[in-house]
C-alpha cells in the first residue's frame, strides 16, 4: 500500500513533475534530483534549527538532557525498554494507532546536529512522513528506493539546511539532520580515515 510519494508545497525543481489537480510538486525516485537538493541543503544558512519534540541544533549534550528531562516532566515521553532506561515516545496517527520512538542524539564539535529517532514499525515510518507532510509547509519532497532492500521505502523533505528523512527499511527511522554541519562532520571523518588508511598502507 501506497500512502505517500513524496510531495512538495514548495517550488518545482528540477526533475519534478507537476500535478495540478494535487497542487503539489513530486519526485519521484529520482535520486538526481535529490542530490542535487542535499547539496543546497549543505551549502544553505542555518535557518531551521527546530526539530520534533523541540529539539534544537546547536544545543549541548547536556541541553539536550534537560531537554529529555522537561518532556518527561510534561508527560511527553516516558522510560521504557529493557531495563526501563529508554526515553520512548507514542506517536498517535489519524486511525488511533501507536507507534513508540526511542531517541538517538548525535553531536559535532559538541553541539547537536542530528536526531535519529528509531521507529517501532514499518508502517509508522509511513504514518510519521504522511503526517509530516500534511503538517509542515515549504519543503521539497522526495521518495526514492533503498538500494540495499527490495522495494523499501525513503521519504526525503528538505527545507533550507533541514534535511528529514524517513526511512521505511530494515530498522525504521525518521532522521532530522543540519545539512551544513552534517557535512563538515563527514568531511572530517574522512579526512580521519584517509589519514589512518594512509598509515596502515605505510606498514607495508
Do not use: W
Not at 500512502?3 to 518545482?12: D, E, M, T
Not at 534530483?33 to 535557518?47: F, K, N, Y
Not at 534537560?66 to 489519524?94: M, W
Amino acid at each position: 500500500m501506497v500512502l505517500l510519494a513524496a510531495c512538495s508545497k514548495n517550488q518545482q525543481e528540477d526533475g519534478a513533475s507537476d500535478n495540478s489537480d494535487a497542487g503539489i510538486v513530486y519526485s519521484y525516485n529520482n535520486e538526481d534530483s535529490l542530490q542535487l537538493a542535499v547539496e543546497r541543503a549543505e551549502r544553505s544558512p542555518i535557518i531551521e534549527t527546530k526539530l520534533f519534540l523541540g529539539f534544537q541544533f546547536g544545543t549541548t549534550e547536556s541541553e539536550v538532557d534537560k531537554h529529555f528531562a522537561s518532556l518527561r516532566k510534561e508527560g511527553k515521553i516516558y522510560l521504557g525498554g529493557i531495563g526501563g532506561n529508554t526515553y520512548q515516545y507514542d506517536f498517535v496517527d489519524e486511525y488511533g494507532m501507536e507507534y513508540t520512538l526511542t531517541f538517538k542524539p548525535f553531536y559535532y564539535d559538541g553541539k547537536l546536529y542530528k536526531m535519529h529517532y528509531p521507529i517501532s514499525s514499518e508502517l509508522g515510518t509511513v504514518m510519521l512522513a504522511l503526517s509530516f507532510n500534511e503538517t509542515r509547509e515549504g519543503f521539497q519532497g522526495f521518495n526514492t528506493e533503498d538500494t540495499l532492500g527490495d522495494d523499501d521505502k525513503i521519504y526525503t523533505f528538505i527545507k533550507d539546511n533541514l534535511v528529514v528523512t524517513f526511512k521505511n527499511t530494515f530498522e525504521p527511522t525518521m532522521i532530522y539532520e543540519n545539512a551544513p554541519v552534517a557535512k563538515m562532520q563527514q568531511d572530517a571523518a574522512d579526512r580521519t580515515n584517509k589519514e589512518k588508511a594512509a598509515k596502515s598502507s605505510s606498514e607495508f
